[in-house]
């Protein structure tokens, strides 16, 4: 019953906001259209279409702003104003009780609060849909007075989610059934793929183990700060880590007023994130201004602190060349070569014709290098590039739709500190010299010595390897190659009945045409 009322109030929603208009030119049943405008009577439709969906998912609800803020990042999938309306989607959830976040704690620890904390501020510094997070400070062990910031689930989300995700689901299928443009929006794979990020990010211990592979990724960089995580006090219900102290990023005339050197922090974002995905291809991939601190302790003065590390994106050495190589193709402005790449990923049709989307990625491309470097968006020219290929076809791997998503964020946080930025400028030796390492002697004494355990193990043995071939696979091939070569006498002689046989059909028919002329004759 719960789940029939919840379903008849999203309904409501739907038609309260219009979201049917999104698809009703598409439906193909004429009285479902006139039943849908004799309900939706009365409603206002003045706002823009993406300003009403944004709206309505609001009203739905903690677990649908999130879907939204997921769906904002397919942008091979949305028209560009309903992506950037979803963009502004923040999580604008009260906090839950202290008493349940205490109650969680003690249930996770297995002990009273007070035997794990000397202080608990019982007033959250941050609420959002999945968890908030408690400033606290630890009482025994090793840890044993540091300052803490204690993350905490929010108590029963897993049947929420899992009854909301299944209403998603069922409206998927009727937007698929409905729309014309219902396959090609994938309703369905983008709400499993929402499905996975939430849970996901219901999983703390997963979330402490990203942040523990950035911090180990990032220690030798010197430009970025991320909490170390207290081991001994993570669950997947609650998650300890160490408190970091900084200024939210979006505050940029304090941040100058501190003496921090704005440009600098810019360049050095942009850093950060090339680092993260070409060198190290396990990327944040959820920096937006509220992730995001400046420290101004003098020890790290003016550098960056990474919090929230519930969405990661992860990039092979397949995936970190194509990239590599499609930017520096762009930066040449050679399209062929861009055409070329789509199509050796396999992500394009084998039968493309190069010369067609050459022309369709030049198009695209080129009217951006009559612009000022620093006036070009590298985030809007790969989403264009990405809806320009749903021309050919192009099946947009979720990895690099992160990545897009985070490039647009770190290009947006980074023109908000220093609108000189040019990022172009910033990126291209980056990329370069990336380039240069994976095809120079460095990359090959790299791959020598990661391999080298493994020819260590096989050294040794191959003098026996060695002896066991020459002892046994000779007479295996010996009786391979007699079975081949019986085979092919056999074929031999079946060819030479066939071109005998077909010789004496031949002279039978010259006989025969001799004899009927003597006879004539």
């Not at 608990?120 to 968890?131: N, R």
């Not at 191959?462 to 391979?480: A, G, I, Y």
Request: hydrophobic share 45%.
């Amino acid at each position: 019953m719960t789940r029939l009322f919840r379903g008849a109030f999203i309904v409501w929603v739907v038609l309260r906001y219009g979201l049917d208009e999104l698809v009703l030119s598409s439906f193909q049943r004429p009285t479902l259209r006139l039943l849908t405008r004799i309900v939706s009577i009365g409603r206002n439709l003045d706002a823009p279409r993406g300003q009403r969906l944004r709206e309505a998912l609001e009203r739905l609800g903690p677990i649908f702003v999130k879907f939204g803020q997921v769906l904002s990042t397919r942008r091979d999938l949305l028209p560009s104003d309903i992506a950037d309306e979803l963009a502004h989607l923040q999580d604008r959830v009260p906090p839950f009780s202290s008493a349940i976040a205490v109650a969680t704690i003690e249930r996770a620890f297995g002990k009273p609060l007070s035997e794990v904390f000397t202080h608990f501020e019982q007033v959250p510094v941050a609420s959002a849909s999945i968890a908030q997070v408690h400033f606290a400070t630890l009482r025994d062990g090793r840890h044993g007075g540091r300052e803490v910031a204690v993350k905490v689930l929010r108590p029963n989300m897993l049947p929420v989610i899992d009854k909301d995700i299944g209403l998603m689901r069922m409206m998927a299928g009727w937007v698929e059934r409905l729309s014309a443009d219902g396959k090609r929006l994938k309703p369905r794979e983008v709400v499993a793929e929402f499905d996975k990020y939430l849970h996901d990010e219901l999983d703390l211990l997963r979330e402490a183990a990203n942040a523990a592979q950035l911090r180990r990724n990032m220690q030798g960089l010197d430009l970025v700060l991320i909490p170390e995580m207290l081991w001994d006090y993570c669950h997947t219900d609650v998650m300890v880590m160490e408190r970091m102290h900084g200024i939210p990023i979006n505050r940029v005339d304090e941040l100058r007023r501190q003496g921090v050197d704005i440009p600098k922090l810019a360049r050095d974002g942009v850093t950060i994130f090339f680092t993260q995905v070409f060198r190290d291809g396990f990327f944040h991939a959820d920096m937006h201004p509220g992730n995001i601190q400046v420290s101004l302790a003098p020890g790290t003065f003016g550098r960056y602190i990474s919090l929230d590390f519930g969405i990661v994106g992860t990039l092979t050495e397949f995936d970190k060349e194509y990239l590599a190589q499609n930017f520096t193709a762009f930066f040449r402005r050679d399209y062929k070569r861009v055409a070329e790449l789509h199509i050796e990923s396999g992500w394009v049709p084998a039968d493309t014709r190069v010369d067609e989307l050459e022309s369709a990625i030049r198009a695209v491309c080129e009217p951006y290098f009559d612009r000022p470097l620093k006036e070009i968006s590298l985030g809007l020219v790969l989403m264009r590039l990405f809806q320009t290929s749903r021309r050919f076809h192009v099946e947009i791997q979720p990895q690099l739709v992160l990545l897009q998503k985070t490039l647009l964020n770190i290009e947006g946080l980074g023109r908000e500190l220093d609108p000189e930025l040019d990022l172009w400028n910033t990126a291209k030796p980056f990329l370069e010299s990336w380039m240069i390492e994976q095809v120079g002697p460095r990359k090959l004494l790299q791959q020598l010595k990661a391999e080298a355990p493994q020819y260590a193990k096989l050294l040794p043995a191959l003098p026996r390897l060695l002896h066991d071939f020459l002892q046994h696979k000779p007479h295996e091939l010996r009786r391979e190659i007699d079975q081949l070569v019986a085979e092919q006498r056999r074929t031999n002689r079946l060819l030479q009945g066939i071109i005998y046989a077909g010789l004496g059909f031949l002279l039978g028919l010259l006989a025969m045409q001799v004899l009927v002329r003597v006879q004539l004759w």
